[in-house]
């Protein structure tokens, strides 16, 4: 998205979220006068805050920055549902998660698709060598997170159930420590922990998303926050679509910058980062399907307890409101 086409996004954005009605500015509370963002160990959220520029834009309106590091979407959402944090960003499982739970939170934009950011990996030297060979397998996952639903699909592609393998639910570290030792057959991952494994252990990938999931990344708000400072949540978006923009045709320099943040060598980022998906954006219809298939696919597999509207949780839902 060149410049123009990004502001008049954000503009937009801007537009839909000053439309609740509600004070703001000069009558805010003292806590509303922070924004306390949610990242994960790796991202645009983590560019953003090694780069410092979404602090000086707010720091005229008084209005500090708070970074919160989660391991993954579902405790990052969990966070947001409890009221730890304000803004952060996850993929396209944990929000389905999240608001099947009751999570009070709002969809405020996304990036385009990263279908080869996931991937189900097999150590070099495993026998398996098609989707098939998975049936009756220990599988690695972080449960409600991105690739719930790519190991779903690739079920599916392969004709298997979900009831046909043994998923075992671990956080990205303990994953990868089961993989090494050989407890799990496989592990389906995300970046930059899919190139880690690759790089450092020679791990195999049996089957990336491409062609069966979007992988689309979101940046979700509380709808309390997004109701009292509408203005801080569109700030936030727009400096993340800043750094997206720069970081798409800088892969080089922004690896260099996530280096110290994440503690992971240049080239095993700079592989992460060339399959990652660049240039944020409003939430689309055609988006929050494909977010209502996914939610579908989950309570029909029971893995969320009640059927769920993801239409509920955008901010075209909070323009209705002011509407009445």
Aim: no cysteine; aromatic share 8%.
């Amino acid at each position: 998205m060149n410049a123009g086409a990004r502001a008049k996004a954000m503009s937009v954005l801007l537009g839909i979220l000053l439309a609740a009605p509600f004070p703001y500015g000069q009558n805010s509370s003292r806590a509303d006068n922070v924004i306390r963002i949610g990242y994960q160990k790796y991202g645009t959220l983590v560019l953003l805050k090694a780069r410092g520029t979404l602090e000086k834009r707010l720091a005229a309106s008084h209005v500090k920055v708070q970074w919160i590091e989660f391991p993954a979407g579902p405790q990052l959402l969990e966070g947001l549902n409890v009221g730890s944090i304000d803004f952060g960003t996850a993929g396209e499982a944990p929000p389905i998660f999240a608001q099947a739970a009751g999570a009070d939170m709002v969809y405020a934009g996304y990036e385009p698709q990263a279908s080869a950011g996931e991937a189900l990996v097999v150590p070099k030297d495993s026998p398996i060598r098609s989707l098939s060979d998975l049936r009756g397998k220990k599988i690695a996952l972080n449960k409600g997170s991105n690739v719930h639903y790519l190991l779903v699909k690739l079920l599916e592609k392969a004709g298997l159930k979900y009831g046909d393998i043994d998923p075992i639910y671990l956080a990205p570290a303990d994953a990868r420590a089961a993989f090494e030792r050989g407890s799990v057959a496989a592990w389906v991952i995300w970046e930059p922990f899919l190139a880690a494994v690759q790089n450092q252990t020679g791990a195999r990938i049996l089957a990336d998303g491409q062609g069966l999931v979007s992988n689309h990344q979101f940046f979700l708000a509380s709808r309390t926050y997004a109701h009292k400072r509408p203005e801080v949540v569109s700030a936030a978006l727009d400096e993340v679509a800043r750094v997206d923009s720069w970081a798409k045709t800088n892969l080089g320099d922004a690896a260099t910058a996530l280096e110290p943040q994440i503690g992971l060598d240049h080239a095993t980022l700079q592989l992460a980062l060339s399959r990652g998906g660049y240039g944020v954006k409003p939430v689309t219809d055609a988006v929050m399907a494909e977010q209502q298939q996914i939610a579908d696919a989950f309570y029909d597999l029971r893995l969320i307890p009640k059927h769920i509207n993801v239409r509920d949780a955008t901010l075209k839902d909070l323009q209705a409101q002011a509407g009445h």
